[in-house]
């Protein structure tokens, strides 16, 4: 499968290999100088006060919803056409997830509809910035401004992509990116919250490393002592690959650059083709183009699905409604629940997008789905 075009995979170079060796052969594996060193990068990249790293980004949601307090009974309102962890984050810490309908031009979730699911067991708001659009923020820290909301977005989608001149992660009160290889940056497994908010930032270093807490030294305490306060787990990033994330965070912007300007050659391509509808961004918006997302709007999309991956082609689909999944429907939940994203799904087809995409590559990818559109 050594010519198999993925839709993402991770883009790295020999310097980015030798810093994780470098790290191997220093004195901390994990819960060194990297760390910290890293989450002021991404804090300093994002332009927040502070960022806790996790092993990984769905680690760092349930993070997030600890700090923001979310308990059982509790309601949080995201979108269903996310990866499944932007819900089971509210799950882990008891609450309930409501399911708000998406916008039809963004395809992140619709302002709205996030008012209309609103009830007085609202805690939280988790937007998603879909493909790497950034969700419409200010609509929605007004919303919860007016409501009393935390807002998580999840942006594992999103680092570096902007929103009215401002980098994503910078307005709701906490942000997620993730750092798995297809995401914009990689350490392989790992996450990040970042956020202004001082109470937050604590809670968070907190709940990684067991709920425990440091106490200052004192005539009464030996200086091997501390405290557990709460029931944390241990969601620790390791040295090796916060050195790894420091390496990449050097490339973001060009990763970025590369991947606007493959979403740009897709759209020329396809904006007149008759049953193609291709992706909109909004004027203030930048996306970072995590995904290529296509509308098929007359073809059997897994038809268009099995000849392009018999071309060695790995379209995708991102996602099926997360409340379609057994373990949600088996809560309760049921189809017909947010019906734009429902026809949405079953339209759409993910393209291959990644840094290191050739433009053989790519021309491949245009000429196969154009020929298959007009043969279906
Ligand atoms: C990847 C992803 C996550 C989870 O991140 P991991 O680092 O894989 O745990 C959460 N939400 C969305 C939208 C994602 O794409």
Redesign the pocket.
Known sequence: MSNFISYGRQCLDEDDIQVVIDTLRSPNLTQGPKIAEFEHEIADYVGVKYAVA?C??????HGACYAAGIGDGDEVITSPI?????AN?VRYVGGTVVFADIDAVTYNIDPLQITAKITDKTKAIIP???TGQPTDIDEIMAIANEHNLVVIE?G??SLGATYKGRKAGTTAHMT?F???P??PITTA???IIVTDNEEYYKKLIKFRSHGIEQVPYSAKNGGWYYEMTDLGYNYRMTDLQAALGVSQLKKLDAFIARRQEIAAKYTEAFKDVEGITVPKQLDDTASGW?LYMVQLETADRKQVFDTMRLANIGVHV??IPVYWHPYYRNLGYEKGLCPLAEAWYEKALTLPVHPGLTDEEIEKVIKTLKKIIKNV
């Open positions: 996790f990984n980004g769905t680690a760092a949601l996310t990866f499944a962890a932007s984050c998603v910035d879909f999840d594992a989608h997620m993730s750092f798995h297809v995401k497994e790992g996450g995590h991102h996602y």
